[in-house]
């Protein structure tokens, strides 16, 4: 007998590059109160909870609020995060090249990931 379902097909995502790993690595110095956990096997960043930034293949997320995604989706080659084909994750944005080669762009947009995740209510450790 079969079955008229389709099977499930799992998502296999590709590993972050090394070198991507690296600059989130240093970039992320300048926030220590920052706690580092992995988040589907790739580097993320939080605080209280929430998190502000983190790796998906090839690509680096923040999580900015309203005002920060628009002034950062102008930014050539900024773009919604989509970790799926029509999956938009709302608060997120990925980092474009450019302001991954700029130590102090990226410094100061992860400081904005960071300011929006501490104005969020603190979510209950699990």
């Known amino acids: ?3 008229s379902k389709e099977p499930k097909t799992k998502t296999t995502w590709r590993q972050a590059p090394v ?3 690296r600059i989130f690595d240093k970039a992320l110095q300048s926030l220590p109160e920052a ?3 992995k988040m589907f096997a790739y580097p993320c960043s939080f605080i209280n909870g929430q998190m502000f930034a983190g790796l998906h293949q090839e690509n ?3 999580r900015l609020p309203e005002n920060g995604r628009k002034e950062f989706l102008k930014i050539a080659g900024a773009k919604p995060f989509e970790p799926m084909p029509g999956r938009v994750m709302k608060e997120y944005v990925v980092v474009p090249q450019s302001v991954l ?3 102090t762009q ?4 992860l400081g904005k990931a960071f300011a929006f995740a501490i104005s969020l209510p603190p979510k209950p450790s699990k």
């Open 101 to 103: 080669n700029s130590e």
């Open 19 to 21: 070198e991507l790993i």
């Open 35 to 37: 706690e580092r956990r």
């Open 1 to 3: 007998m079969s079955s």
């Open 106 to 109: 990226l410094r100061t947009w």
């Open 60 to 62: 680096l997320v923040l």
